[in-house]
Antibody, heavy 120, light 108 residues
């Protein structure tokens, strides 16, 4: 069974750094794109970016470029999303998801989500 | 950036009735459109990709249609477990991948 398991909820202060993770299992991790999606409280879905673990090719949505960093460690089947300096507006649920193959990027399955709360 | 617009924002339907959800793209996305279902407190779940191909395990009452800029998700006979928020997503021109704002299907 293909599964993505994300790290647990985080509570941070503005200006702090953070790295959350997404571990894949049940498939060849290096061969499938992984994406990150933000969902702010009570709002819809926003794509942050995607990474191909095989060669770390990374594509960011323009509104997130320079705000976050997506990376991967394929030796442990894990993708990461990190911030160097959090803002209160980064408070959201963050999902990772796998692209199952084919032309273009859609997502299946999704991780369970990591809730990030940034508050002073 | 391709903007995806979903309508209506909320759809009130009785169990057993048909639900028709719309998604419009600001420019053609060919058939590169996916639909997701999200229930409260849960991650989204893929329903449809390629505008009309059901994902593995998705019941036959869910169907997708359309191409270009106009798409429809139809739930032929609503079950209690179908009350949720539904999102469309284009993958024709990315980054960015873009989602619609969602349609909430609620019980009438």
């Amino acid at each position: 069974e293909v599964q993505l398991v994300q790290s647990g909820a985080e509570v941070k202060k503005p200006g702090e750094s953070l790295k959350i993770s997404c571990q894949g299992s049940g498939y060849s991790f290096a061969g499938y794109w992984i994406g990150w999606v933000r969902q702010m409280p009570g709002k819809g879905l926003e794509s942050i970016g995607v990474i191909y673990p095989g060669d770390s090719d990374t594509r960011y949505s323009p509104s997130f470029q320079g705000q976050v960093t997506i990376s991967v460690d394929k030796s442990i089947n894990t993708a990461y999303l990190q911030w160097s300096s959090l803002k209160a507006s980064d408070t959201a649920m963050y999902y990772c998801a796998r692209h199952p193959g084919g032309t273009g990027i859609w997502f299946d399955p999704w991780g369970q989500g990591t809730l990030v709360t940034v508050s002073s | 950036e391709i903007v995806m617009t979903q309508s209506p924002a909320t759809l009130s339907v009785s169990p057993g009735e048909r639900a028709t959800l719309s998604c419009r793209a600001s420019q053609s996305v060919s058939s590169k459109l996916a639909w997701y279902q999200q229930k409260p407190g849960q991650a989204p779940r893929l329903l449809i990709y390629g505008a009309s191909t059901r994902a593995t395990g998705v019941p036959g009452r869910f169907s997708g249609s359309g191409s270009g800029t106009e798409f429809t998700l139809t739930i032929s006979s609503l079950q209690s477990e179908d009350f949720a928020v539904y999102y469309c997503q284009q993958y024709h021109n990315w980054p960015p991948l873009t989602f619609g704002g969602g349609t909430k299907v609620e019980m009438k």
